[in-house]
């Protein structure tokens, strides 16, 4: 068994720069509710480092010929496809798994930093690239077809993102590589049991700037976890009433669990990468890699969602599948039609006319001599 850096060392954490107390802070945490806030952390690498990657390779791709676009829209495609992909992220999270408390105040989709869903990001992706299709009159497919690669590699960026926050873990595994985890519940909130083993989420709210409250709310933990009463205990008020009467309450870790994040920057990530490469080095029909992106992806999500622990409070759809099998399992059916969509009437890549950005100017009448 083996536990998470941040149980270990009270100091861990994701961030690389920040600025705090006047100044830029170094692998050194921002206070929740300080004036301080972060500049770069894992998450944000993951993110610059896909963005410039994706420029680079969609510049590679023009000039062999494989992406038939002016060279000029390069940058433009992926401004399009981050905007996309930004914007489905937040709301898939919201929709695919809390619509209870975004859209009972719809800032939080803005103010609260709890991540984005994949899914949410590749349909974003996918509404965004189909306008900017049909703005530079190109096939949809095959700009689509660009970002099959991109999400693949940043699958591995921030799943290994994933793990170094401690979240979205496996399930209860006695693996050797098995890992402990801080205990979060609903929105990643910590979890912390009191001396008769309730437990309570820590829930934190600003309520003006530079003023927190902070207070424990009665949570069910539908996994197994152990509470570390080794470490020095914490006071913390009983809900938002006033004068709540404090309690003394622990941490609580996971029970052992499958490292899936890491599974998943390998399968959902390494793997299909791997594959899409090889597939996009043989393509030469517009879709191919779009359909067996979505096959590929979903059939391999699918899978590797055997080893993950469904959302707190989701649990499984029809006593079965989790939010993510179930979703994925709409990719591949979405893939088997645009399979048989791009058979029917296949379009050679090559055929595809590379023009200017933009209206084209109507040809004026030569000149008889």
């Known amino acids: 068994m083996l536990d998470h850096p941040a149980i270990s060392n009270p100091e861990y954490t994701t961030t690389i720069l920040a600025w705090e107390d006047g100044g830029l802070t170094y692998f050194k945490g921002v206070g929740f509710g300080s004036d301080g806030f972060v500049i770069l952390d894992a998450f944000y690498l993951a993110y610059l480092t896909v963005f410039v990657v994706s420029i680079l390779l969609l510049r590679w791709w023009q000039k062999r010929g494989s992406l038939r676009i002016h060279p000029t ?67 949809f497919l095959h700009i689509l077809d660009q970002g099959t690669i991109i999400i693949a590699f940043g699958t591995i960026l921030g799943r290994v993102a994933n793990f170094l926050a401690g979240e979205l873990w496996g399930r209860a595994s006695d693996l050797p590589w098995a890992v402990r985890f801080w205990l979060r519940g609903y929105l990643s909130r910590p979890v912390y049991a009191n001396g008769a ?38 006071m913390f008020p009983v809900g938002q009433e006033p004068n709540a009467a404090y309690q003394l309450v622990w941490r609580c870790v996971t029970d052992p669990r499958h490292p899936s994040q890491l599974y998943q920057a390998l399968a959902d990530g ?41 959302e707190p409070g989701l649990g499984f759809v029809f006593g079965l599948l989790t939010r993510g099998q179930l979703l994925s399992l709409c990719m591949v059916i979405a893939g088997v039609l645009v399979a048989g969509a791009i058979r029917r009437r296949p379009q050679l890549i090559a055929d595809i006319p590379v023009t200017e950005p933009g209206p084209q100017p109507a040809q004026s009448p030569s000149k008889q001599p």
């Open 270 to 310: 390494l793997l299909l990468l791997i594959l899409l490469i090889a597939i996009r080095s043989r393509a030469r029909t517009v879709g191919v890699l779009t359909s067996s992106f979505l096959i590929l992806y979903g059939v391999i999500r699918t899978a590797t969602e055997l080893f993950r622990q469904p």
């Open 197 to 234: 083993g309730e437990t309570f989420e820590l829930v934190r709210e600003v309520t003006r700037p530079g003023e927190v409250v902070a207070y424990l709310k009665p949570a069910a933990v539908d996994q197994g976890f152990e509470v570390l009463r080794d470490r020095p205990a914490n």
């Open 73 to 139: 829209l390069c940058l433009d495609t992926v401004l399009v496809a981050v905007a996309g992909a930004a914007f489905g992220g937040r709301l898939g999270e919201a929709v695919f798994y809390n619509p209870e408390y975004f859209f009972s105040e719809p800032s939080r989709l803005i103010t609260n930093a709890s991540g984005m869903t994949i899914h949410g990001v590749i349909i974003g992706a996918v509404l965004a690239l189909w306008l900017w299709a049909r703005w530079i009159r190109k096939p």
